[in-house]
């Protein structure tokens, strides 16, 4: 609670002290009681401010923040609602002479003040603002600023008043072609499955890694003593984990996490089941943060989506190019022993050094890999070195397909699937 004099408080109490000094100065006993009265009226508000503020605290006073959309992406608004109740007589007589204001990250109000709509009643009020999320992350949002002056209009109040919210900003992400007829060509549509429905849908098969726990056929599994699901229209469908390796610059960080974030989501729309893997994601085998998350899978509705992007909001630059490299090798070698093979590697690192080519081209012996090597622009011969790690790639077996920092996402995308032709 911060509580100070406004300006015609200080003004009051000026006129006042001059008004004391120039009475007694003089020896007029009028001026000197109206100097007193004068000075006497600030403090005696003040005082009242305090005993009010003491007695009542923030009691009868209910405050409800909902943000919409909650998640946002990074370059979208929201729309926040504030409601403000009065649950009794008291807190009616409070919400009437109250002013509301809100306080917001900067990644959400821009460094600017908020612009709000405050509509009333005698029990509720409501103020309503948009913001607009310029980073992805996690940013704080209120608590609700709340400020009084008393009935004379010489002390104000300053006070906080409900809980402090946090907005979640996922990547900027783009719709990306669908990539199955690329990605998955005929030979391994023979070898996986059709995608075509079964005639059958109780009709077995071996589990694979990726598959939905619920199509388990539990009852087989048990005379078998091996897991077995059922087979459906998506059976054929290769896992597919999305590789990150995260810069050191905040900007390539974001665009490298929006890219590989649309291709996950591209991939998941597809049929595929999904995963990323990187730095901050899912704990390794020597337990750090650098192994791959679960699976999620399209069948799981809507919240398939989320539970992708969710992934995202948490991820952080590395502090130096060298531990960027060792988190993308620990991540790669967890990937290389996670039952990897089979499955489809979609990977957006930056220029490697030799340990860093040798690791990730053994990982494309077990998977089909796919990669975008980033330039990150960290020095002048940043072009060279990412030339160099795309053809130890491209030697090894991987697609891939240099790219720059900034680019469109499409059409780096188009020009990864270019690549298999």
Sequence with gaps: ??????????????????????????????LVRIGFLLVALPVAAFVAAVVLDAVRGRRGLEVHRDVRPDPVHAGQEAEVRVDIRATDRAGRARLAGLRFSEQAAVELSGGRA??????????H????????????????????????????????????????????????VVALPAPSDVLVGEPDRVALGARTPSTDDANLRDYREGDDLRRVHWRSS??????????????????????????????????????????ALAMLDSGHPVRLAGPGLAPGRDGTAHGPSPYVHGRQGPESRAALLDLTLDLQ???????????LLDTTRVLDTSRAAGQIVLAVVGPLSAAGCVTLAHLGDVAQGWAFVRADGRHAGDLRDTHHTATVLRRSGWRVA???????LVDC???LLGSAR
């Design 1 to 30: 609670m911060r509580r100070r004099p406004t300006a015609r408080g200080w003004a009051l109490a000026a006129l006042g002290v001059v008004a004391l000094q120039t009475g007694i100065g003089l020896g007029s006993l009028d």
């Design 114 to 123: 908020l612009r709000a709509r405050v509509t009333r009643r005698a029990d």
């Design 125 to 172: 009020a409501t103020v309503r603002y948009p913001v607009r999320a310029t980073q992805r992350g996690r940013w704080p949002l209120g608590p609700l600023v709340v400020t009084r002056t008393d009935t004379f209009g010489v002390v104000r109040s300053r006070t906080t008043l409900g809980p402090e919210s946090q907005v979640a900003v996922w990547p900027t």
């Design 222 to 263: 048990a005379r078998r003593g091996a897991m077995l699901v059922r087979s459906d229209e998506r059976a054929g469908m290769r896992p597919v984990s999305v590789l990150l390796d995260l810069p050191v610059r905040p900007s390539a960080t974001e665009w490298t996490i929006s890219l590989a974030a649309s291709m």
């Design 317 to 327: 630059p590395a502090r130096t190019p060298a531990e960027a490299e060792a988190a």
């Design 402 to 408: 240099q790219v720059t920092t900034g680019e469109d």
């Design 413 to 415: 995308w188009l020009r």
